[in-house]
Structures are given as structure tokens and as C-alpha cells.
């Protein structure tokens, strides 16, 4: 007797579209690319603005029953107390360069081909066969310290900060200034390798001593690392891009190696420090437009220079201390065509200038 088994036979609710789902109602822009779910800075939106306002979600704009997910330790979200700094509106920050994701990876790339022509081009021509012991060894040992700063500053100051404030306009401006001081750290780090090929009296691995343990260079990177402690991600915006890139950064980038490089007939080396300082220069005009807007806050302006005035008066000193120190290797190239002084007045005038910019007092250390 043959035994039947029947496939039981399984049913699904038909799906039924209520227009209630999203993408269901047609309205006059729906097919557009376009967002207006904020007011632009000018008549029409651009494209940065479409792709970083309001994409980072805020319990005051959006969220009507508070943040939708939290920490293991309690606040939830993006909380404004990360910072001490105040603002009535945080939102109105916009990046003055315009950085997106796109133009992220199509500038640095610009960077990137920029520096390895540089450096193809000094091989091909046997470029290093031309310096002078003395500039070899201030490269071989000043430019490889400096990389050290900047990679401690890419990955322990700028990284560690990018989803700590309270929009995305300003994390992802963070995040960009992130991305130029490591691909900075990393081109200085290509360069010391190909002078180590080089069939020149070039010391590669000099770097970690100098900047371990020569005297010259530990001011400095006590600096660093105390940035790389600093909880409040606002007074570490300010203490790096705003002080110590005014007074120690842009006084050993601009002030000297990109003044004297090529007197010791190295036009490599300007090059890729150029670069750096290209970066700089657009990280400070989103570092100064963030600032000027706490200062200059209707509600809160006043506390916050306040708050500002007492960060100066703890990070100035720590970085003319680290400014001072660097003195010995102004005269350690055979040419020495700015001294020391020139240097450190330039710098110091050229952040007094950006204080008054954001509307704040100069420290009295500036003129001592």
C-alpha cells in the first residue's frame, strides 16, 4: 500500500500599500536632488551643504523624544557637554572650504601626485648629490622630529576628536584635518626613505633618537602628548590649530625651513613642506571661522572669550616654552639666512593678528 503525503500548503497576507510607507507621497520637489529642510548660507544650496547639514541627528532640530541611542556610561547622542564652549546655535558653522567626502580624496590626491613627481624627479636628477653635509643632517634629524609631531597629532588629537562635537559640519571639518596631518606625516616618512636610498651620508632611523631625546626637540613633544590628553574636544581645537600651530608649527614650517631650503640648494624639501602648509591654511580658516562664531555668539560670546582667555593662558606659555627650545637648529644649516628672533617675531605677529581676528585679548607672555 503506497502511503500519499501531502506539502502543506503555506499562505501569506497579501501586501497592501497604505501610502503611508516612505517614498509614498508626491509632493512638488519630491524628485528633486536638492534638500530644504535647512536655510542655505547663500540663495542656493551647494552640494556641501546638502550632504553634511543636518545629516548628524539633534534632539533640538529633530529628535522630539531625545536622543535614540546612548553610551554604556549615560549620555546619549552627540552631548554639548563634551566642550565647555556655548553656542546658540551650533549649526550655523559651516566650513568655509567646502569638505565633503568627495573632495576629501581628490584634493589629497592632488597632494599625493604633487609629492611623488617632487620626489621621482630629485632621484632622476641625483638632487641630493648637491646639499651640503650640514643641510642632510638638519633634514636628516629636524624634518624626521617634526614628522613625529604631526602623526601624534593626526591620530592621538585630530582623530580622536572627529565625531566629538555636537554637527556634522563640524566632525567631518575635524575629520579632513585629520586626513591632511597623516597623509603629511606620511609623505615626510616616504621622503626620509628615499634619502636613506640615496647614495648620500643620510642617518634614516636619526629621527627617533632626536625625537626621544635631544633637548631641543622634548618641549615640543611634551606639548604634544599633553594635547593628546586634552577630554574637552573644543579646547583642543584651540590649543592645537589656534596656538601651537601659530607658534610652533607655522614658526618651523614657514619661518624656517621654507626660507632657508632653498639657499642650501634643496628645492625638494619646500615642496613637501609646502604642502603642509597648504593644509594648515585651510584647516585655520575653519578653525577661525568656528571660533569667531563663539565669540561673537549673542548669548554666550562674552563667557566664551572668557573660556578662551583662560586656554591662552594655559597653552601659550607651554608653546613659546617649546618655540624657545627649537633655537639651537636655526643655526645648524651651513646657510642661515633668518635668525632666530626674525622668526619667532613673524610668528608671534602673525598670531597676535589672528587673535584679533577672533576678537581676543593678546596673552602677556606674546610680549615678553
Not at 11 to 30: H, K, M, N, V, Y
Not at 159 to 181: D, E, L, Y
Not at 301 to 320: D, I, M, Q, T
Not at 360 to 366: F, I, R
Request: net charge negative.
Amino acid at each position: 500500500m503506497t502511503e500519499t503525503t501531502q506539502t502543506k500548503q503555506r499562505s501569506f497576507p497579501s501586501i497592501e500599500f497604505t501610502d503611508s510607507e516612505a517614498g509614498a507621497l508626491e509632493f512638488p520637489s519630491s524628485q528633486s536632488r536638492s534638500y530644504n529642510y535647512y536655510k542655505p548660507a547663500k540663495l542656493r544650496a551647494t552640494m556641501y551643504e546638502d550632504v553634511t547639514v543636518d545629516v548628524q541627528p539633534d534632539p533640538d532640530r529633530h529628535l522630539s523624544q531625545g536622543w535614540i541611542y546612548g553610551f554604556g556610561n549615560g549620555p546619549g547622542g552627540y552631548p554639548k557637554e563634551w566642550t565647555a564652549a556655548k553656542s546658540s546655535n551650533w549649526h550655523a558653522f559651516l566650513d568655509p572650504n567646502e569638505e565633503w567626502n568627495q573632495t576629501i580624496y581628490r584634493n589629497n590626491s592632488a597632494v599625493v601626485r604633487q609629492v611623488d613627481l617632487g620626489l621621482q624627479n630629485a632621484k632622476r636628477a641625483r638632487a641630493y648629490d648637491a646639499w651640503n653635509p650640514a643641510w642632510l643632517k638638519f633634514v636628516e634629524r629636524n624634518l624626521g622630529a617634526w614628522m613625529h609631531a604631526e602623526n601624534g597629532l593626526a591620530l592621538h588629537v585630530f582623530t580622536s576628536i572627529q565625531r566629538s562635537g555636537p554637527t556634522n559640519m563640524i566632525n567631518t571639518a575635524v575629520a579632513v584635518n585629520a586626513a591632511h596631518k597623516m597623509r603629511f606625516a606620511q609623505d615626510l616618512a616616504l621622503f626620509n626613505l628615499d634619502l636613506s636610498e640615496a647614495d648620500v651620508p643620510f642617518d634614516g632611523s636619526a629621527h627617533k633618537e632626536v625625537w626621544q631625546s635631544a633637548p631641543e626637540w622634548q618641549p615640543t613633544r611634551e606639548v604634544v602628548e599633553r594635547l593628546t590628553a586634552v577630554g574637552d574636544w573644543c579646547e583642543l581645537l584651540f590649543a592645537t590649530n589656534i596656538v601651537f600651530e601659530q607658534l610652533v608649527g607655522s614658526l618651523f614650517r614657514t619661518e624656517l625651513v621654507m626660507q632657508i631650503a632653498a639657499r642650501n640648494g634643496d628645492y625638494i624639501t619646500p615642496t613637501i613642506v609646502g604642502t603642509g602648509e597648504h593644509d594648515y591654511d585651510r584647516d585655520l580658516s575653519y578653525s577661525r571661522n568656528l571660533f569667531r562664531l563663539l565669540t561673537r555668539d549673542a548669548e554666550f560670546g562674552e563667557s566664551n572669550k572668557v573660556l578662551f582667555g583662560e586656554w591662552l593662558a594655559l597653552w601659550v606659555p607651554r608653546c613659546l616654552d617649546a618655540a624657545h627650545a627649537l633655537q639651537p637648529i636655526w643655526s645648524q644649516p651651513a646657510d642661515k639666512s633668518v635668525t632666530f628672533a626674525d622668526s619667532l617675531d613673524a610668528a608671534k605677529q602673525k598670531f597676535r593678528s589672528l587673535l584679533e581676528d577672533l576678537g581676543l585679548d593678546t596673552p602677556k607672555e606674546l610680549d615678553q
